[in-house]
């Protein structure tokens, strides 16, 4: 059975950080891109992030770019993302997801996502 779990969401003030945790297990993820997906409440998901098996590709969306920033470790089937400079705007829950290719929201496996809330 294959599953990802996000952990490292929380509460934090404007201008704070937190780092997010997902660990994929059931399956060997070797070849997959992995990255990061939010949804706003009454908002659609979005793309945050995405990086490939080796890490030589990455993506941000315009959004997020220079305050987030996405890595792995393939050894530990995790991948991290690292959000500084956090905005109230960033709140909303985030979700972990791994495709074979292009991650978009139709990708094939999905965490359960975890809450970032950024107050001002």
């Known amino acids: 059975q294959v599953q990802l779990v996000e952990s490292g969401g929380g509460l934090v003030q404007a201008g704070g950080s937190l780092r997010l945790s997902c660990a994929a297990s059931g399956r060997t993820f070797s070849g997959y891109r992995m990255g990061w997906f939010r949804q706003a409440t009454g908002k659609e998901r979005e793309f945050v992030a995405a990086?490939?098996?080796?890490?030589?590709?990455?993506r941000y969306a315009d959004s997020v770019k220079g305050r987030f920033t996405i890595s792995r470790d393939n050894a530990k089937n995790t991948v991290y993302l690292q959000m500084n400079s956090l905005k109230p705007e960033d709140t909303a829950v985030y979700f972990c997801a791994s495709n074979l290719g292009l991650l978009t929201t139709t990708s094939q496996f999905w965490g359960q996502g975890t809450q970032v809330t950024v107050s001002s």
């Open positions: 990086i490939s098996w080796s890490g030589g590709s990455i």
